[in-house]
């Protein structure tokens, strides 16, 4: 029964897809300047917390205690 049938079909018009290449530049310079203001800032951030945590690490020592170990020892 179903066999003798013709099948249905149903048409949808579908737009050719297009290439944009400028959009696709553009996009990746965008992309690549917002890494490199990131990694910027996470950069100087990293550098500002190095600096400041070794100088309250080794404070300088008074002019009295410095030696330069000329003495010999065995």
């Known amino acids: 029964m179903f066999l003798l049938q013709e099948p249905a079909i149903t048409w949808v018009k579908v737009e050719k897809p297009v290439f944009d290449l400028a959009a696709l530049v553009l ?3 965008k992309l690549a300047g917002i890494l490199l203001v990131a990694a ?12 400041l945590s070794r100088r309250r690490a080794t404070p300088a020592p008074p002019l009295d205690d410095v030696s330069l170990h000329l003495d010999r020892h065995g």
Do not use: R
């Open 27 to 29: 996009g990746s310079f």
């Open 40 to 51: 910027l800032l996470v950069g100087v951030l990293i550098g500002v917390v190095l600096v």
